[in-house]
């Protein structure tokens, strides 16, 4: 039984290596906001019930408009999703049959939703361990290529690029006619946060994907959006399932988006740990991507891959994200979600017992 592609459902990772899970776990494979949801979900939640007897607006509108205040486009240019994971499917859809790249290390939904409309999928891997991206090299790989996927920041890394580098690299994509798709489903996580949804209101061949998941810890409910050209969404949109996005979901969008405080407060808390962390894993001898974000990459110098270290902290109950399907990486580093500060020692304290025994 292969490992399974995404993090979450702690339970298959230990089927999948024979392995018993222990009673008390802690997920570091989740990325999502380790300070949970906004408080004002919980205090709506009974308010909220009653919606669930009726079908929800199928264009999200309440939503979009919500959207398209705080973004500052048109609500035209925006589409609605169960999810950035649905939003990916419904752009694959779209691309059904072309050759499509993904610049990698990158989430892997975007090639196996490729490939499972029969693309022909391109990997461009850059190199490690900086992952620097040149846009005037790419041209040539380029050419003949419907679409490309760029996750900035990236997932796995934490890491995200320039403004002028990616400014490069959709100039690149308008030469070669490539529909360049930016995935910003982290964006919000960045200390100094830096989107480029406003490009789609010059730039028809850009689009961006966002999640509301990831920030607002609302993972179970679904919910993410598209932004680009009114007459390209349409195109994108005519696979998509009718009330795909469920009203709970547009509810608590909605009062999610409002609370500017937890966003606020999130991005703090997780710069403070974060610092604390790799100050610790430099001392005991670790390597660590670079991140800005709420998770980072993992490696034991000492191991060309990190499935013995992977398998040793499983056992403790610290379930981290194995890489094996992430092109580029393959295994040679571990993903870990920032949790909250007793977590995250719990994970410090067991690695140091590692260094300490290997």
């Not at 989430?107 to 991206?133: G, M, Q």
């Not at 800005?292 to 994200?321: I, T």
């Not at 007793?342 to 304290?349: D, F, G, H, T």
Request: aromatic letters at 8%; charged letters at 20%.
């Amino acid at each position: 039984m292969q490992l399974p592609a995404h993090g979450s459902n702690t339970k298959y990772v230990y089927d999948s290596l024979g392995m018993k899970q222990p009673e008390q776990i802690i997920d570091f494979s989740v990325n999502t906001n380790p300070l949970g949801a906004p408080e004002v979900l919980r205090e709506k939640w009974d308010e909220w019930f009653d919606v669930i007897n009726d079908y929800p607006d199928p264009y999200a509108n309440n939503l979009m408009e919500q959207l398209a205040v705080q973004e500052n486009i048109p609500v035209t240019h925006l589409l609605a999703g169960n999810g950035a994971a649905e939003i990916i499917t419904l752009i694959a859809r779209y691309l059904t049959g072309s050759r499509v790249a993904v610049i990698h290390p990158a989430f892997s939904e975007y090639a196996t939703a490729c490939e499972n409309e029969d693309c022909e999928v391109i990997p461009i891997v850059l190199s490690e361990p900086d992952w620097n991206l040149d846009a005037a090299a790419l041209e040539n790989q380029l050419q003949g290529v419907k679409a490309v996927f760029l996750c900035n920041p990236n997932n796995p890394t934490g890491m995200h690029y320039q403004r002028e580098t990616v400014e490069a690299f959709m100039e690149i994509c308008k030469k070669t006619n490539t529909l360049c798709i930016i995935d910003e489903a982290f964006y919000d996580f960045l200390p100094e946060p830096v989107t480029y949804i406003k490009t789609v209101l010059h730039q028809e061949h850009v689009l961006i994907i966002r999640s509301l998941t990831k920030m607002y810890s609302i993972a179970g409910l679904r919910l993410g959006f598209l932004a680009g050209n009114p007459a390209l969404l349409q195109k994108i949109s005519k696979s998509k399932p009718h009330w795909s996005v469920n009203a709970l979901a547009m509810k608590a969008g909605i009062a999610c988006l409002q609370d500017k405080a937890h966003v606020a407060e999130t991005r703090k808390f997780i710069e403070a740990e974060r610092a604390v962390i790799f100050q610790k894993l430099e001392e005991l001898g670790f390597e660590y991507s670079l991140s800005r974000l709420n998770f980072y990459l993992l490696r034991d110098p000492a191991l060309p891959v990190q499935k013995r270290l992977f398998q040793y902290l499983l056992k403790q109950g610290l379930v981290l994200r194995h890489t094996e399907n992430f092109p580029g990486i393959e295994g040679k580093r571990l993903r870990v979600a920032v949790k909250q500060p007793e977590a995250n020692k719990k994970l410090l304290e067991a690695l140091t017992v590692w260094k300490q025994e290997n």
